[in-house]
């Protein structure tokens, strides 16, 4: 069944977040599941990240070439980012330990690249041309090696997904206000008419 890429879906704020967040309920064997267990979804991943990421993309589209190799080199950032930013969280700072397999997973994903990212309106190299989707996000992913960077990422207390909190006063709470906040408030009302039924019923 192909999964339908929509904006909550993208809601990492960064395209090595929104990446590590295609497994779904981190943290809960019982109930996690990996959107890319079929690995054709990762073509349409990139995709309809050109759209929810063109601004840190800046504008320039992304291409994914199917094989084994390409496969494995995104999972393999993947899992390495999302443990090297969800113990940053935890612990309020980069653990050296995370960094070598997160380094070499990224030049796994630059490697027989040529591109000059960085540049004023062109964050991500030229426009004009696609950039391969895991060279796109092993630059997305070492961004969030800068100080400012990392320490915005949060981890929604929902649905356990890492987020870039870019509010005023950095109290974003949600991935997502209208999913994961909504869900919230939902449980909390629920319970509080679970608590007021029972304390009627000891009346």
Not at 25 to 42: H, N, V
Not at 91 to 101: A, F, M, Q, W, Y
Not at 129 to 151: G, M, N, T
Request: glycine share 8%; charged share 25%; aromatic share 8%.
């Amino acid at each position: 069944m192909n999964v339908s890429w929509t904006k909550h879906r993208f809601s990492g704020g960064l395209l090595a977040l929104d990446t590590t967040n295609t497994v779904v309920l981190r943290g809960d064997p019982a109930r996690s599941f990996d959107r890319f267990e079929d690995t054709a979804e990762i073509a349409r991943f990139a995709a309809a990240a050109e759209g929810f990421r063109s601004a840190e993309l800046g504008g320039r589209g992304l291409s994914f070439q199917f094989s084994d190799a390409a496969v494995r080199r995104v999972i393999v950032l993947r899992e390495a980012a999302d443990r090297m930013l969800r113990a940053a969280v935890l612990s309020g700072g980069i653990e050296t330990i995370h960094l070598p397999d997160f380094l070499r997973a990224c030049a796994a994903c630059l490697d027989e690249s040529a591109e000059r990212v960085g540049a004023d309106g062109m964050p991500f190299g030229d426009p004009s041309l696609p950039i391969r989707f895991e060279a796109a996000l092993a630059v997305s992913a070492l961004s969030l090696l800068a100080v400012d960077a990392w320490k915005k990422v949060r981890i929604c207390p929902n649905c356990n997904w890492l987020f870039v909190d870019r509010s005023r006063n950095s109290s974003r709470l949600w991935c997502d206000m209208s999913v994961c906040g909504n869900r919230n408030k939902a449980k909390r009302h629920y319970q509080r008419g679970k608590l007021a039924g029972g304390e009627a019923v000891h009346v």
